[in-house]
């Protein structure tokens, strides 16, 4: 279980919540209402205030990047160091099978991240963070420039490593999406959470 | 040691380059003949001050006074390096870190210059120690600037993907890695390319400084080799300093990239 209580950052919170292993839960929200500072605070990249625990043990037992493999943030647009897909990757060979879930070709190692489409980024940021089995993941608009085709490929896939265990909060701004993947939304609202009933 | 001694006529004869230089500005309207007058206003004024300050000092030739006016150089080559900054630490860091890595770097070179290869006597005789910090201070100066100034941009501009990789778990150390492999890359490229060049494509200030006051070329070489020698170590260290320094302030404890910290 992952719980956060008095969580502050900036305007966001004082906030608290909990996800359940193999939950997933929407976040709602404006843009600009604070979703994306929310989830940096949880993956531990900005400092905040507040307690967040995994499974009963605080975050600051373990290391940041401990920490962080555990509770893995995929940004809406994701950042790249090399040029080279695969280098991207800690092990290349665990992330294919993923990679193939997500209707990405597998030769795809040799690619140049500068020459894939946003869609194809997208999904390969997606397969590296999911690739490091996080017990929660934070996943910011995952779909949002993707085909419906693999927007289901997506989903099917994020949905089984919520049946595997990992808790999952998922910002999304498509009404249907929110219903169709979670269990129960929360909506951010001038720096504030609160539960809304599913749409 | 014999030598053309300059008068005052000289030096104005040659102050009409800078003033034909000023003109061309005015005629082609670059709009920079204000800040070459001024520059060259600023370095006739402090270098002639710089010429009345060192002959006391040698007069004197005392150490207390050799350190303080040490201590002033690295104090003025640390603002230098702030204000040639295009991001800059918050707080203290903005002006300590730089003057603190070189007050390490050009200290500590300098004394071993002293004690070791060249042994004046006395060893902090402020004919040898002070243009000997100054030359390894003017050279420190720019590794650290240009150092700093590539880290700070870097991990701005790259913001995206060091951050990519802590989300991923990985250190603060492999994270940075690039950002500081081109900022110390940055620092050295100058005194590298110095070294390679220097004796084909230009013969360095102090060696033919001493020619034409009369020292045999051989022995002049002689010292320029040792300076060479001193300016590379110094900016290495100096700039291993400052952006190793800089890139541990830009991350915290928690592995994470801490540009709240630049201004």
Not at chain 1, 73 to 99: C, K, N, Y
Not at chain 2, 138 to 149: C, E, K
Request: with cysteine; hydrophobic share 50%; glycine share 8%.
């Amino acid at each position: 279980m992952f719980e956060v209580s008095g969580l502050q950052r900036l305007t966001l919170g004082p906030l608290g919540f909990s996800l359940q292993s193999g939950e997933v839960v929407a976040l709602r929200g404006a843009s600009g209402s604070g979703k994306t500072v929310l989830m940096r605070a949880l993956a531990d990249l900005d400092p905040c205030e507040g307690q967040v625990t995994l499974d009963g043990v605080d975050r600051y037992d373990f290391s940041g990047p401990d920490w962080r493999k555990a509770v893995s943030w995929v940004p809406a647009e994701a950042g790249w160091w090399t040029d080279r897909v695969a280098d991207h990757f800690q092990d290349w060979s665990l992330a294919l099978p993923l990679i193939e879930e997500l209707g990405l070709a597998p030769d795809c190692a040799d690619w140049s991240v500068s020459r894939a489409s946003t869609g194809e980024r997208q999904r390969l940021a997606l397969a590296r963070a999911l690739a490091l089995k996080p017990s929660v993941l934070l996943l910011d608009e995952p779909t949002s420039g993707l085909d419906s085709q693999s927007v289901a490929q997506a989903e099917s896939l994020i949905a089984r490593l919520a049946l595997a265990g990992a808790a999952v909060l998922w910002t999304t701004h498509d009404d249907t999406q929110a219903a169709r993947v979670a269990g129960r939304s929360l909506l951010m609202d001038a720096g504030q959470l609160r539960e809304v009933p599913a749409t | 040691m014999n030598y053309v001694q300059l008068d005052y006529v000289d030096l104005a004869l040659a102050s009409l380059l800078v003033l034909a230089n000023a003109g061309l500005s005015l005629a082609l309207n670059l709009g920079l003949a204000k800040r070459i007058l001024i520059a060259t206003a600023r370095m006739v004024v402090q270098l002639s001050l710089v010429g009345l300050v060192l002959k006391s000092l040698f007069a004197i030739a005392s150490p207390w006074w050799t350190a303080l006016a040490a201590l002033a150089m690295i104090l003025f080559a640390g603002r230098e390096i702030m204000a040639r900054q295009e991001k800059n630490f918050a707080g203290l860091w903005a002006y300590s870190l730089g003057t603190g890595s070189m007050l390490f770097a050009a200290a500590l070179v300098t004394i071993f210059a002293l004690t070791g290869p060249v042994s004046p006597d006395p060893w902090y005789d402020p004919r040898y120690a002070l243009p000997l910090l100054g030359m390894i201070l003017g050279n420190t100066m720019t590794g650290i600037s240009l150092g700093l100034h590539t880290l700070t941009t870097g991990l701005v501009r790259e913001r995206a993907g060091v951050e990519a990789q802590l989300a991923l778990g990985r250190s603060r150390a492999d994270a940075f890695r690039p950002a500081i492999q081109a900022a110390l890359t940055s620092a050295l490229m100058p005194i590298v390319n110095a070294m390679a060049a220097t004796g084909l494509v230009a013969l360095p200030g102090m060696m033919t400084g001493q020619i034409l006051a009369g020292v045999d070329p051989v022995e002049a070489v002689k010292y320029q080799i040792l300076i060479m020698f001193l300016i590379a170590g110094g900016t290495s260290l100096g700039a291993v300093v400052a952006v190793m320094g800089g890139a541990r302030r830009l991350s915290d404890s928690r592995h994470r990239l801490r540009l709240d910290r630049l201004t």
